[in-house]
């Protein structure tokens, strides 16, 4: 469902190929790739044309069925090598969104009873898994929405809207349901050094739907925290451990410390895809390290003295006790611990 200040569609099916919206060229131009091959997603996905936990688990669906198509056309008898092969790809494509292993396990188990030709199903799966994401975060908009407080004002990082899921937004679909609710008098949103997720494609996004947004550098929001001109920070996750620890953007841990010294409320939304009962803690959560380049250029031209070098670990981890609320489409867990999300994942 489209409307209700949800008009974006970054990942779609396009009756014999995947269809992305390019997100390393917004805001300056929108243009959409078409890819008909899963080498092509997964290198989609390191590249960040695709990027969101559960963009590039509904986006490796989709390759799924590409690997099988492809395969079949290879060797119609024996396609199963070959798509395991394709699906190993894939999975080693960014290693922190535990929504992309999620999505793959999800496809293999259901090819593994398939008999003939196995694209009618696989399709329907990799279907199932995108619609679903958009009911999940229409859920979490009203169950987060809930929480606010009209007359607040909230503080977003990284981008978590439309163009980092299925649709509407996890994170920003609390926004989109609160701002729809008249609760919200206003949306801040972090630039997200280095990538620029909030200055290039939230506020895009939130543009594009009629929702007005100030953006501050990620170095003003403990400044704008003081201020007491937030009530929320609203964040999403690309894993959440067993016992509530978030790993998410880099930037949003920071974020948390400064929510919790000032009294503001800090909420996390992410669908049960991304909660991995598997890690029992965010020590065991693998963190990408992207290319220095990010934080040394800016589209291509140095920023930085030559010579410097840089870190950029492209995500941290906020532990559970700085969480106030962690919402899922299952419903939410107030002052996670292990106890507590083993009860929501049960
Ligand atoms: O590196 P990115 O842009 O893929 O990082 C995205 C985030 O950190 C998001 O907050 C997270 O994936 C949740 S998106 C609904």
Same mark, same amino acid.
């Given at each position: 469902?489209?409307?209700?200040?949800?008009? =974006?569609?970054?990942?779609?099916?396009?009756?014999?190929?995947?269809?992305?919206?390019?997100?390393?060229?917004?805001?300056?131009?929108?243009?959409?790739?078409?890819?008909?091959?899963?080498?092509?997603?997964?290198?989609? +996905?390191?590249?960040?044309?695709?990027?969101?936990?559960?963009?590039?688990?509904?986006?490796?669906?989709?390759?799924?069925?590409?690997?099988?198509?492809?395969?079949?056309?290879?060797?119609?008898?024996?396609?199963?090598?070959?798509?395991?092969?394709?699906?190993?790809?894939?999975?080693?494509?960014?290693?922190?969104?535990?929504?992309?292993?999620?999505?793959?396990?999800?496809?293999?188990?259901?090819?593994?009873?398939?008999?003939?030709?196995?694209?009618?199903?696989?399709?329907?799966?990799?279907?199932? +898994?995108?619609?679903?994401? &958009?009911?999940?975060?229409?859920?979490?908009?009203?169950?987060?929405?809930?929480? =606010?407080?009209?007359? %607040?004002?909230?503080?977003?990082?990284?981008?978590?809207? %439309?163009?980092?899921?299925?649709?509407?937004?996890?994170?920003?679909?609390? &926004?989109?349901?609160?701002?729809?609710?008249?609760?919200?008098?206003?949306?801040?949103?972090?630039?997200?050094?280095?990538?620029?997720?909030?200055?290039?494609? $939230?506020?895009?996004?939130?543009?594009?739907?009629?929702?007005?947004? $100030?953006?501050?550098?990620?170095?003003?929001?403990?400044?704008?925290?003081?201020?007491?001109?937030?009530?929320?920070? +609203?964040?999403?996750?690309?894993?959440?451990?067993?016992?509530?620890?978030?790993?998410?953007? +880099?930037?949003?841990?920071?974020?948390?410390?400064?929510?919790?010294?000032?009294?503001? /409320?800090?909420?996390?939304?992410?669908?049960?895809?991304?909660?991995?009962?598997?890690?029992?803690?965010?020590?065991? &959560?693998?963190?990408?390290?992207?290319?220095?380049?990010?934080?040394?250029?800016?589209?291509?031209?140095?920023?930085?003295?030559?010579?410097?070098?840089?870190?950029?670990?492209?995500?941290?981890?906020?532990?559970?006790?700085?969480?106030?609320?962690?919402?899922?489409?299952?419903?939410?867990?107030?002052?996670?611990?292990?106890? /507590?999300?083993?009860?929501?994942? /049960?």
């Amino acid at each position: 469902m489209q409307g209700d200040h949800d008009s =974006i569609r970054a990942v779609s099916w396009d009756s014999t190929a995947l269809c992305l919206l390019d997100q390393r060229l917004l805001p300056a131009e929108e243009r959409y790739l078409w890819l008909d091959n899963s080498a092509a997603v997964a290198d989609a +996905i390191k590249q960040m044309v695709v990027r969101g936990a559960p963009a590039i688990g509904i986006s490796a669906g989709y390759a799924a069925v590409l690997a099988a198509r492809n395969r079949c056309a290879e060797n119609a008898l024996d396609w199963r090598t070959g798509f395991e092969q394709d699906l190993a790809v894939l999975q080693q494509a960014r290693p922190t969104a535990v929504n992309l292993q999620w999505a793959l396990q999800r496809m293999r188990a259901k090819a593994a009873d398939l008999q003939g030709d196995p694209v009618p199903a696989l399709l329907a799966e990799a279907r199932a +898994i995108h619609a679903e994401d &958009i009911r999940a975060n229409r859920r979490m908009g009203e169950l987060g929405a809930a929480f =606010i407080e009209a007359g %607040s004002a909230v503080l977003t990082h990284c981008n978590t809207g %439309s163009l980092a899921t299925g649709g509407y937004g996890t994170a920003l679909g609390v &926004i989109r349901s609160a701002w729809a609710g008249g609760r919200l008098t206003g949306v801040f949103a972090d630039e997200t050094r280095p990538w620029l997720q909030g200055a290039r494609l $939230t506020a895009w996004e939130l543009v594009r739907d009629g929702i007005p947004v $100030t953006l501050l550098v990620d170095g003003a929001a403990a400044h704008l925290m003081k201020q007491g001109r937030v009530q929320w920070v +609203i964040v999403g996750s690309d894993r959440i451990a067993a016992n509530g620890d978030v790993a998410n953007k +880099i930037g949003t841990y920071s974020a948390a410390v400064a929510a919790r010294h000032h009294g503001v /409320k800090f909420m996390v939304v992410a669908p049960s895809s991304t909660v991995d009962m598997q890690v029992a803690s965010g020590a065991e &959560i693998p963190i990408e390290t992207r290319p220095a380049s990010e934080v040394l250029e800016l589209g291509g031209r140095a920023l930085a003295a030559a010579g410097a070098e840089a870190w950029n670990p492209a995500f941290d981890v906020t532990p559970a006790e700085l969480v106030d609320v962690i919402v899922t489409e299952r419903g939410v867990v107030e002052q996670p611990n292990t106890a /507590k999300m083993a009860a929501l994942m /049960k």
